[in-house]
């Protein structure tokens, strides 16, 4: 009954692959984010989605691409990564987008390590 | 620019009262949230503050001032437990959260 999950939790892989995370919540949340958490442990917001739609997207090099198949499931797939894309990923969901109250569910993350 | 500012470590004794502080600019406000993350954990939601005042919440409490863009979480009785790191964000008029470093509090016996 995991509010946010994520998978894989950790995820090592070489310099140049292709690979996807995945995130689902089972919270009713209309809007879905993508933050990267660097090694200094700053939250920095990727993309964000509401109803599948595509909200906010950062200054994200676009070898991310996020994709929504339906308002529970936000997937992050990334090509060919590089060592700067080692960090921890977090996917996060809110009740919806543009109202005030607007606390956000974390996901437990995922460590991504580029060798 | 959009900018939060904290410090990035503080230290306390544990049965002790800290005041993490919070200042930030951004291009609007819709409300300033705290959250707590625990080492190799997700961040999760603390306490959210929208108009001027303090908010309590058991031993945490969380002030705000909108005229001085500043804000503040207070930890009463610390216990070890508590421990982690506490993020400060901020929402814009936009409806986006913008982040702040967060501040990493050490508890000492």
């Known amino acids: 009954d995991t509010a946010v999950s994520q998978t894989p939790k950790y995820l090592v892989t070489q310099m140049g692959n292709d690979k996807s995370i995945k995130c689902e919540q089972n919270?009713?949340?209309?809007?879905m984010y993508w933050y990267k958490q660097d090694s200094k442990k700053f939250l920095k917001i990727m993309f964000s989605?509401?109803?599948?739609?595509?909200?906010i997207n950062e200054t994200v090099p676009n070898r991310f691409s996020p994709k929504s198949p339906d308002k529970a499931h936000l997937n992050l797939h990334i090509n060919s990564l590089e060592l700067g894309d080692s960090a921890v990923y977090f996917c996060?969901?809110?009740?919806?987008?543009?109202?005030?109250?607007?606390?956000?569910?974390f996901g437990p993350g995922t460590r991504l390590l580029v060798l | 620019g959009q900018n939060i500012d904290q410090p990035t470590e503080m230290t306390a004794t544990e049965g002790a009262i800290v005041q993490i502080n919070c200042t930030y600019q951004?291009?609007?406000?819709?409300?300033l949230f705290w959250y707590q993350q625990h080492a190799g954990e997700a961040p999760t939601f603390l306490s959210y503050?929208?108009l001027d005042g303090l908010e309590e919440k058991g031993r945490f409490s969380s002030f705000l001032s909108r005229s001085k863009g500043y804000s503040y979480l207070l930890l009463k009785e610390l216990q070890m437990k508590d421990s982690a790191s506490y993020l400060c964000a901020v929402m814009d008029s936009n409806y986006q959260l913008i982040w702040g470093a967060g501040t990493k509090l050490i508890i000492k016996p």
């Open positions: 919270l009713g949340h209309d809007t």
């Open positions: 996060a969901s809110s009740p919806s987008h543009g109202d005030v109250l607007e606390t956000q569910y």
């Open positions: 951004t291009s609007g406000f819709n409300g």
């Open positions: 989605y509401n109803n599948k739609e595509l909200i």
């Open positions: 503050n929208v």
